[in-house]
Structure formats: structure tokens, C-alpha cells
């Protein structure tokens, strides 16, 4: 894909890059796995995926490009994060770095504010009391899921497209 690819992270910009919605992916990179999430057309709702293990780069592309095949997916929504401050730091600039290399699929992808997401997922999936090692399988996704509706939300207004 050419390099006019839209990386944002203004909600607007990324809106009216998908002018009739569409399924949307949520990423949560971390530096062992990459956490998926997915929401309907009408972005309504996100849910977790299945999780990613890291590994070359060219392996991951190849998983993310079956899901975005498989789902239909039209846009990527990454979360960022940021310190505390809103500066960038090591995690931020690889999630940027990310951005860069995933924008090879041509989707239009929404870098989103992450700092909590993973602080909320976390008591989300305690609230649903689950052991110590079903959090640690589940919280990436979950995450990515969080880090997605927010986006959504935003996108939308809480209203979703319909």
C-alpha cells in the first residue's frame, strides 16, 4: 500500500476516512503479545479476540492480515501509551513504530489514548472473578477491548452508527 496511509489519532479524521463504518480492529501491543479486540459494523460494541504471541514481525503481519480477511475489517484502532503527562515514551514510540509497519495493510488506523486501559480490564476481569492465570491469558485482549469501546464511544457519541 502506498505510504498515504492514515495514521491519526483525531477521531474526525479517522470517522471520515470510513464514511459507511465497518468492522474495526482493536491492538493492544505489548511486548509478548498482542491483544485483539473487535467491534460490529455498527460500532456498538467491542469484544476481546483471540490473542497474538508475538514473534518476527512478518509472522505477526501474516496474523493480523488473516483477521483483518477473515472479519472484513475496515479500520485499525491501536492504543498509544502515553505517560502520564501525554508524552511519549519507549512503549508509545513502538506502538508508533507499529502504526508505521501495520499501515502496509492500507486501513485507515485511529492511535488511541491507552493509559488506563489495562488498569480497567484488569478490574473488569476481577470483577468477573477469575484466578490470577485466567486474567493473565485474558488481559490483553480484554484491553484492546477497552482501548476499542472507548474509541468507539468516541466515534460515535456512545450512540453507535445506526
Known amino acids: 500500500m502506498e505510504s498515504g496511509t492514515l495514521i491519526t489519532g483525531e477521531v474526525a479524521a479517522f470517522r471520515d476516512a470510513l464514511p ?30 483471540k490473542p497474538i504471541v508475538k514473534r518476527k514481525f512478518t509472522q505477526d503481519k ?40 501495520v499501515s502496509v495493510l492500507g486501513l485507515p488506523i485511529l492511535l ?14 476481577i470483577e468477573q472473578d477469575l484466578s490470577r492465570a485466567r486474567r493473565a491469558e485474558r488481559i490483553d485482549s480484554a484491553a484492546a477491548a477497552t482501548i476499542l469501546q472507548a474509541a468507539i464511544d468516541a466515534l460515535t457519541g456512545g450512540m453507535g452508527r445506526d
Open 62 to 101: 501474516a496474523a493480523l492480515v488473516a483477521v483483518v480477511a477473515d472479519r472484513g475489517i475496515k479500520g485499525l484502532v491501536i492504543g498509544l501509551p502515553l505517560n502520564m503527562d501525554s508524552s511519549d515514551g519507549p512503549r508509545a514510540q513502538s506502538a508508533r513504530a507499529f502504526a508505521r509497519n
Open 112 to 125: 488511541w489514548d491507552e493509559r488506563w486501559s489495562t488498569v480497567s480490564a484488569e478490574r473488569a476481569l
Open 20 to 49: 459507511d463504518g465497518g468492522m474495526l480492529l482493536g491492538i493492544d501491543t505489548g511486548t509478548r503479545i498482542i491483544g485483539v479486540a473487535l467491534c460490529d459494523a455498527g460500532w456498538r460494541f467491542a469484544s476481546p479476540g
